[in-house]
Protein backbone atom coordinates (compact mmCIF):
# COMPACT_ATOMS: atom_id res chain seq x y z
CA UNK A 1 0.00 0.00 0.00
CA UNK A 2 2.87 2.44 1.06
CA UNK A 3 4.51 1.46 -2.18
CA UNK A 4 1.61 2.49 -4.57
CA UNK A 5 1.17 5.40 -2.44
CA UNK A 6 4.42 6.63 -3.53
CA UNK A 7 4.23 6.67 -6.59
CA UNK A 8 3.82 10.51 -8.13
CA UNK A 9 1.62 9.82 -11.05
CA UNK A 10 -1.13 8.13 -8.91
CA UNK A 11 -0.85 11.21 -6.15
CA UNK A 12 -0.66 13.33 -9.09
CA UNK A 13 -4.25 11.91 -10.75
CA UNK A 14 -6.05 12.84 -7.70
CA UNK A 15 -6.76 16.90 -9.00
CA UNK A 16 -7.41 15.93 -12.41
CA UNK A 17 -10.40 13.06 -11.02
CA UNK A 18 -11.91 15.68 -8.32
CA UNK A 19 -11.32 18.86 -11.09
CA UNK A 20 -13.57 16.64 -13.68
CA UNK A 21 -15.47 15.22 -11.20
CA UNK A 22 -16.91 18.22 -10.34
CA UNK A 23 -17.42 19.79 -13.71
CA UNK A 24 -19.03 16.65 -15.35
CA UNK A 25 -21.27 16.80 -12.17
CA UNK A 26 -22.12 20.36 -12.69
CA UNK A 27 -23.24 19.85 -16.67
CA UNK A 28 -24.86 16.37 -15.53
CA UNK A 29 -27.85 18.58 -13.38
CA UNK A 30 -28.75 20.81 -15.73
CA UNK A 31 -29.16 18.29 -19.06
CA UNK A 32 -30.76 15.71 -16.36
CA UNK A 33 -33.36 18.35 -15.69
CA UNK A 34 -34.15 19.67 -18.77
CA UNK A 35 -34.38 16.00 -20.30
CA UNK A 36 -37.27 15.09 -17.97
CA UNK A 37 -38.97 18.00 -18.46
CA UNK A 38 -38.66 17.41 -22.23
CA UNK A 39 -39.49 13.97 -21.78
CA UNK A 40 -42.99 14.69 -19.56
CA UNK A 41 -43.46 17.20 -22.39
CA UNK A 42 -43.41 14.83 -24.88
CA UNK A 43 -45.34 11.96 -23.11
CA UNK A 44 -47.80 15.29 -22.71
CA UNK A 45 -48.05 16.21 -26.38
CA UNK A 46 -48.23 12.39 -27.90
CA UNK A 47 -51.26 11.62 -25.62
CA UNK A 48 -52.87 14.93 -26.96
CA UNK A 49 -52.27 14.03 -30.57
CA UNK A 50 -53.29 10.54 -29.89
CA UNK A 51 -56.64 11.81 -28.44
CA UNK A 52 -57.39 14.22 -31.19
CA UNK A 53 -56.36 12.79 -34.60
CA UNK A 54 -57.78 15.81 -36.26
CA UNK A 55 -54.62 17.81 -35.34
CA UNK A 56 -52.48 16.82 -37.87
CA UNK A 57 -54.24 19.54 -40.14
CA UNK A 58 -52.60 21.92 -37.93
CA UNK A 59 -48.71 20.82 -39.22
CA UNK A 60 -48.06 23.03 -41.78
CA UNK A 61 -49.12 25.89 -40.03
CA UNK A 62 -46.91 24.75 -36.74
CA UNK A 63 -43.89 24.37 -39.04
CA UNK A 64 -44.48 27.62 -40.56
CA UNK A 65 -44.55 29.19 -37.11
CA UNK A 66 -41.30 26.71 -35.84
CA UNK A 67 -39.75 27.82 -39.36
CA UNK A 68 -40.19 31.46 -38.63
CA UNK A 69 -39.24 31.40 -35.17
CA UNK A 70 -35.79 29.68 -36.60
CA UNK A 71 -35.40 32.21 -39.74
CA UNK A 72 -35.48 34.96 -37.07
CA UNK A 73 -33.75 33.72 -33.70
CA UNK A 74 -32.30 30.68 -34.61
CA UNK A 75 -29.78 31.05 -37.27
CA UNK A 76 -26.92 31.16 -35.45
CA UNK A 77 -27.67 27.76 -34.11
CA UNK A 78 -29.57 26.03 -37.48
CA UNK A 79 -26.36 24.05 -37.90
CA UNK A 80 -28.07 21.83 -34.63
CA UNK A 81 -25.83 18.75 -34.29
CA UNK A 82 -23.21 19.98 -36.45
CA UNK A 83 -22.43 23.33 -34.78
CA UNK A 84 -21.36 21.04 -31.84
CA UNK A 85 -19.43 18.78 -33.93
CA UNK A 86 -17.43 21.90 -35.62
CA UNK A 87 -17.01 23.49 -31.58
CA UNK A 88 -15.92 20.12 -30.56
CA UNK A 89 -13.29 19.91 -33.14
CA UNK A 90 -12.44 23.54 -33.79
CA UNK A 91 -13.39 25.22 -30.86
CA UNK A 92 -14.23 29.26 -32.14
CA UNK A 93 -17.28 30.52 -29.66
CA UNK A 94 -19.22 29.39 -27.29
CA UNK A 95 -22.69 27.85 -28.66
CA UNK A 96 -25.72 29.94 -28.11
CA UNK A 97 -27.81 28.92 -25.06
CA UNK A 98 -31.06 29.72 -27.10
CA UNK A 99 -30.01 26.38 -29.10
CA UNK A 100 -31.43 24.31 -26.38
CA UNK A 101 -35.02 25.82 -25.68
CA UNK A 102 -35.29 26.43 -29.56
CA UNK A 103 -34.85 22.48 -30.38
CA UNK A 104 -36.93 21.42 -27.30
CA UNK A 105 -39.83 23.20 -28.16
CA UNK A 106 -39.83 23.06 -31.82
CA UNK A 107 -38.92 18.66 -31.18
CA UNK A 108 -42.83 19.18 -28.64
CA UNK A 109 -44.46 21.12 -31.50
CA UNK A 110 -43.43 18.79 -33.93
CA UNK A 111 -44.52 15.86 -32.08
CA UNK A 112 -47.99 17.42 -31.29
CA UNK A 113 -49.18 18.03 -34.15
CA UNK A 114 -47.53 15.12 -36.03
CA UNK A 115 -44.64 14.73 -37.57
CA UNK A 116 -42.27 11.65 -37.16
CA UNK A 117 -39.25 12.91 -35.55
CA UNK A 118 -37.14 11.86 -32.71
CA UNK A 119 -35.59 12.66 -29.64
CA UNK A 120 -31.17 12.30 -30.43
CA UNK A 121 -30.78 15.28 -31.84
CA UNK A 122 -32.79 17.57 -29.26
CA UNK A 123 -31.15 15.87 -26.44
CA UNK A 124 -27.66 16.40 -28.33
CA UNK A 125 -28.11 19.88 -28.78
CA UNK A 126 -29.71 20.36 -25.14
CA UNK A 127 -26.56 18.68 -23.64
CA UNK A 128 -24.18 20.78 -25.44
CA UNK A 129 -25.86 23.77 -25.41
CA UNK A 130 -25.87 24.39 -21.86
CA UNK A 131 -22.33 22.51 -21.11
CA UNK A 132 -21.54 24.95 -23.18
CA UNK A 133 -22.41 27.89 -20.67
CA UNK A 134 -19.92 26.89 -18.32
CA UNK A 135 -17.16 27.99 -20.79
CA UNK A 136 -17.12 31.78 -19.63
CA UNK A 137 -17.92 30.95 -15.74
CA UNK A 138 -14.75 28.75 -15.37
CA UNK A 139 -13.25 30.24 -18.28
CA UNK A 140 -11.87 26.96 -19.74
CA UNK A 141 -9.16 26.43 -22.16
CA UNK A 142 -9.92 25.05 -25.39
CA UNK A 143 -9.32 21.58 -24.68
CA UNK A 144 -10.90 21.65 -21.23
CA UNK A 145 -13.76 23.26 -23.54
CA UNK A 146 -13.83 20.02 -25.90
CA UNK A 147 -14.29 17.75 -23.02
CA UNK A 148 -17.43 19.64 -21.41
CA UNK A 149 -18.99 19.62 -24.42
CA UNK A 150 -18.13 16.10 -24.79
CA UNK A 151 -19.54 15.50 -21.72
CA UNK A 152 -22.70 17.75 -22.49
CA UNK A 153 -23.50 15.51 -25.15
CA UNK A 154 -23.25 12.62 -22.94
CA UNK A 155 -25.64 13.57 -20.71
CA UNK A 156 -27.89 15.05 -22.60
CA UNK A 157 -28.00 11.25 -24.42
CA UNK A 158 -27.98 9.36 -21.37
CA UNK A 159 -30.87 11.44 -19.76
CA UNK A 160 -33.09 11.48 -22.47
CA UNK A 161 -33.28 7.45 -23.48
CA UNK A 162 -31.93 6.51 -20.16
CA UNK A 163 -28.64 4.72 -21.08
CA UNK A 164 -26.03 6.12 -19.27
CA UNK A 165 -23.18 3.57 -20.97
CA UNK A 166 -24.60 4.43 -24.53
CA UNK A 167 -24.40 7.93 -24.10
CA UNK A 168 -21.04 7.87 -22.45
CA UNK A 169 -20.23 6.26 -25.61
CA UNK A 170 -21.92 8.65 -28.20
CA UNK A 171 -19.84 11.29 -26.27
CA UNK A 172 -16.44 10.07 -26.80
CA UNK A 173 -17.32 8.83 -30.38
CA UNK A 174 -18.94 11.57 -31.95
CA UNK A 175 -15.85 12.99 -33.26
CA UNK A 176 -15.37 10.29 -35.77
CA UNK A 177 -17.22 7.13 -35.61
CA UNK A 178 -14.66 4.36 -34.29
CA UNK A 179 -12.08 6.70 -33.00
CA UNK A 180 -12.43 7.73 -28.56
CA UNK A 181 -10.90 10.65 -26.94
CA UNK A 182 -10.08 8.78 -23.95
CA UNK A 183 -9.00 11.64 -21.62
CA UNK A 184 -12.79 12.47 -21.77
CA UNK A 185 -13.89 8.91 -20.52
CA UNK A 186 -13.52 9.49 -16.97
CA UNK A 187 -15.95 12.98 -17.42
CA UNK A 188 -18.56 11.65 -20.01
CA UNK A 189 -19.01 8.29 -18.09
CA UNK A 190 -19.50 10.45 -15.05
CA UNK A 191 -21.98 13.19 -16.54
CA UNK A 192 -23.90 10.04 -18.37
CA UNK A 193 -24.81 8.44 -14.78
CA UNK A 194 -25.33 11.74 -13.13
CA UNK A 195 -27.84 13.15 -15.52
CA UNK A 196 -29.71 10.07 -15.88
CA UNK A 197 -30.02 9.72 -12.29
CA UNK A 198 -31.29 13.20 -12.00
CA UNK A 199 -33.49 12.87 -14.71
CA UNK A 200 -35.32 9.71 -12.92
CA UNK A 201 -35.69 11.77 -9.99
CA UNK A 202 -38.04 13.66 -11.86
CA UNK A 203 -40.42 10.77 -11.62
CA UNK A 204 -39.78 10.26 -15.29
CA UNK A 205 -40.11 5.98 -16.67
CA UNK A 206 -38.06 5.28 -19.71
CA UNK A 207 -39.48 2.54 -22.25
CA UNK A 208 -38.32 -0.91 -20.83
CA UNK A 209 -38.26 -3.44 -24.43
CA UNK A 210 -38.66 -6.84 -23.49
CA UNK A 211 -37.34 -9.65 -25.07
CA UNK A 212 -39.05 -13.03 -23.91
CA UNK A 213 -36.38 -15.19 -25.47
CA UNK A 214 -33.13 -15.23 -26.12
CA UNK A 215 -31.64 -18.02 -28.24
CA UNK A 216 -28.20 -19.61 -27.26
CA UNK A 217 -25.20 -18.77 -29.02
CA UNK A 218 -24.46 -21.35 -32.05
CA UNK A 219 -23.05 -20.76 -35.41
CA UNK A 220 -26.86 -20.13 -36.71
CA UNK A 221 -27.58 -17.83 -34.75
CA UNK A 222 -24.37 -16.38 -34.90
CA UNK A 223 -24.40 -16.35 -39.03
CA UNK A 224 -28.04 -14.70 -38.14
CA UNK A 225 -26.83 -11.33 -36.36
CA UNK A 226 -23.81 -10.94 -38.91
CA UNK A 227 -26.36 -10.97 -41.70
CA UNK A 228 -29.25 -8.96 -39.50
CA UNK A 229 -26.26 -6.66 -38.70
CA UNK A 230 -25.52 -6.07 -42.29
CA UNK A 231 -29.27 -5.54 -43.56
CA UNK A 232 -29.50 -2.55 -40.71
CA UNK A 233 -26.36 -1.02 -41.90
CA UNK A 234 -27.72 -0.98 -45.34
CA UNK A 235 -31.20 0.16 -44.04
CA UNK A 236 -29.41 3.07 -42.29
CA UNK A 237 -27.34 4.14 -44.89
CA UNK A 238 -30.20 4.23 -47.33
CA UNK A 239 -32.16 6.56 -44.52
CA UNK A 240 -29.15 8.89 -44.15
CA UNK A 241 -28.72 9.30 -48.28
CA UNK A 242 -32.64 9.87 -48.42
CA UNK A 243 -32.97 12.24 -45.93
CA UNK A 244 -29.77 13.97 -47.03
CA UNK A 245 -30.47 13.91 -50.81
CA UNK A 246 -34.15 15.21 -50.04
CA UNK A 247 -33.34 17.53 -47.87
CA UNK A 248 -30.97 18.97 -50.58
CA UNK A 249 -33.75 18.85 -53.22
CA UNK A 250 -36.24 20.96 -51.27
CA UNK A 251 -33.47 23.85 -50.43
CA UNK A 252 -32.78 23.94 -54.51
CA UNK A 253 -36.84 24.22 -54.65
CA UNK A 254 -38.04 26.01 -51.70
CA UNK A 255 -35.36 29.35 -50.93
CA UNK A 256 -37.19 30.63 -48.29
CA UNK A 257 -36.79 28.43 -45.25
CA UNK A 258 -39.80 28.73 -42.98
CA UNK A 259 -42.05 27.63 -46.35
CA UNK A 260 -39.73 24.23 -46.30
CA UNK A 261 -41.79 23.31 -42.86
CA UNK A 262 -45.02 24.69 -44.08
CA UNK A 263 -45.08 22.57 -47.52
CA UNK A 264 -43.70 19.10 -45.63
CA UNK A 265 -46.78 19.79 -43.19
CA UNK A 266 -49.34 20.01 -46.16
CA UNK A 267 -47.73 16.21 -47.55
CA UNK A 268 -47.38 14.54 -44.11
CA UNK A 269 -50.77 16.11 -43.49
CA UNK A 270 -52.69 14.45 -46.62
CA UNK A 271 -50.60 11.17 -46.72
CA UNK A 272 -51.50 10.61 -43.22
CA UNK A 273 -54.90 11.10 -44.02
CA UNK A 274 -55.17 9.32 -47.31
CA UNK A 275 -53.31 6.07 -45.87
CA UNK A 276 -54.17 6.27 -41.96
CA UNK A 277 -50.71 6.40 -41.52
CA UNK A 278 -51.14 7.45 -38.09
CA UNK A 279 -48.97 4.83 -36.54
CA UNK A 280 -45.95 5.99 -38.60
CA UNK A 281 -45.59 9.82 -37.10
CA UNK A 282 -44.49 10.50 -33.72
CA UNK A 283 -41.85 8.47 -31.98
CA UNK A 284 -43.61 5.22 -32.91
CA UNK A 285 -42.26 3.70 -29.22
CA UNK A 286 -45.69 1.30 -29.45
CA UNK A 287 -44.90 -0.12 -33.31
CA UNK A 288 -40.86 -0.83 -31.65
CA UNK A 289 -42.43 -2.72 -28.75
CA UNK A 290 -44.98 -4.32 -30.89
CA UNK A 291 -41.86 -5.32 -33.37
CA UNK A 292 -40.51 -7.43 -30.65
CA UNK A 293 -43.10 -9.42 -30.08
CA UNK A 294 -44.25 -10.47 -33.44
CA UNK A 295 -43.31 -9.69 -37.32
CA UNK A 296 -44.44 -6.56 -38.62
CA UNK A 297 -45.72 -5.72 -41.85
CA UNK A 298 -43.12 -6.16 -44.72
CA UNK A 299 -44.03 -2.29 -45.73
CA UNK A 300 -43.76 -0.92 -42.24
CA UNK A 301 -40.11 0.38 -42.36
CA UNK A 302 -40.35 1.76 -45.86
CA UNK A 303 -43.75 4.01 -44.48
CA UNK A 304 -41.78 5.31 -41.43
CA UNK A 305 -38.98 6.15 -43.46
CA UNK A 306 -40.83 7.85 -45.76
CA UNK A 307 -42.74 9.80 -43.27
CA UNK A 308 -39.74 10.41 -41.46
CA UNK A 309 -37.55 11.45 -44.43
CA UNK A 310 -40.69 14.12 -45.00
CA UNK A 311 -40.31 15.98 -41.77
CA UNK A 312 -36.26 15.56 -41.71
CA UNK A 313 -35.99 17.17 -45.15
CA UNK A 314 -38.51 19.74 -44.96
CA UNK A 315 -36.65 21.13 -41.60
CA UNK A 316 -38.11 19.59 -38.68
CA UNK A 317 -35.94 19.78 -36.07
CA UNK A 318 -35.23 16.66 -33.66
CA UNK A 319 -32.85 13.57 -33.18
CA UNK A 320 -33.67 10.74 -35.71
CA UNK A 321 -31.62 7.59 -33.61
CA UNK A 322 -35.26 6.42 -32.99
CA UNK A 323 -36.02 6.65 -36.39
CA UNK A 324 -33.60 4.95 -37.15
CA UNK A 325 -34.51 2.31 -34.68
CA UNK A 326 -37.86 1.99 -35.45
CA UNK A 327 -37.16 1.27 -39.18
CA UNK A 328 -35.12 -1.32 -38.12
CA UNK A 329 -36.93 -3.41 -35.87
CA UNK A 330 -39.40 -3.23 -38.72
CA UNK A 331 -36.85 -4.63 -41.30
CA UNK A 332 -35.75 -7.02 -38.89
CA UNK A 333 -39.11 -9.04 -38.78
CA UNK A 334 -39.29 -8.73 -42.07
CA UNK A 335 -36.01 -10.04 -42.49
CA UNK A 336 -37.32 -12.68 -39.73
CA UNK A 337 -39.93 -13.99 -42.07
CA UNK A 338 -37.38 -14.47 -44.87
CA UNK A 339 -35.47 -16.41 -43.33
CA UNK A 340 -38.58 -18.37 -41.40
CA UNK A 341 -36.59 -17.08 -38.29
CA UNK A 342 -38.05 -15.20 -35.57
CA UNK A 343 -35.54 -15.50 -32.24
CA UNK A 344 -35.63 -12.49 -30.19
CA UNK A 345 -31.59 -12.14 -30.59
CA UNK A 346 -32.38 -10.78 -33.99
CA UNK A 347 -34.59 -8.02 -32.88
CA UNK A 348 -31.81 -7.79 -30.08
CA UNK A 349 -29.63 -7.32 -32.17
CA UNK A 350 -31.60 -4.39 -34.17
CA UNK A 351 -31.83 -2.72 -30.99
CA UNK A 352 -28.33 -2.98 -30.05
CA UNK A 353 -27.26 -1.55 -33.50
CA UNK A 354 -29.49 1.36 -33.61
CA UNK A 355 -28.39 2.54 -29.90
CA UNK A 356 -25.08 2.96 -31.63
CA UNK A 357 -26.47 5.16 -34.59
CA UNK A 358 -24.73 9.02 -34.78
CA UNK A 359 -25.42 12.55 -36.60
CA UNK A 360 -22.77 13.08 -38.95
CA UNK A 361 -21.51 15.70 -40.48
CA UNK A 362 -23.71 15.30 -44.09
CA UNK A 363 -26.63 14.63 -42.26
CA UNK A 364 -29.57 17.67 -42.98
CA UNK A 365 -30.31 20.58 -41.36
CA UNK A 366 -32.36 19.90 -37.96
Given at each position: ????L ?13 K ?24 R??Q ?19 G ?5 L ?12 D ?14 P????A ?22 A ?6 H ?29 A ?7 V ?34 Y ?18 A ?27 Y ?14 A???L ?7 LG???I ?30 G???RCS ?6 A ?21 C???R ?8
Amino acid sequence: MRRYLSRPEQIELLPYLGKWLVLASIVAVPAGSVSAFFLIALDRATQWREAHLWIIWLLPLAGLGAGLIYHRLGKAVDGGNNLLIDEIHDPKKVVPLRMAPLVLGATVVSQLFGASVGREGTAVQMGGALADQLTHVFRLACEDRRIVLMAGISAGFAAVFGTPLAGAVFGLEVLAIGRMRYDALFPCVVAAIVADQVCLAFGVHHTHYAIAHVVPIGAWSVLAVVLAGIVFGLAGAAFAKAAHGFGAWVKRRIAYAPLRPLAGGVVIATAVWALDAHRYIGLGIPDIVRSLQEPMQPWDFLGKMAFTVLSLGTASRAGRSRRCSTSARRWATRWLRCWACRSRCWRASASWRCSRARPTRRSPPR
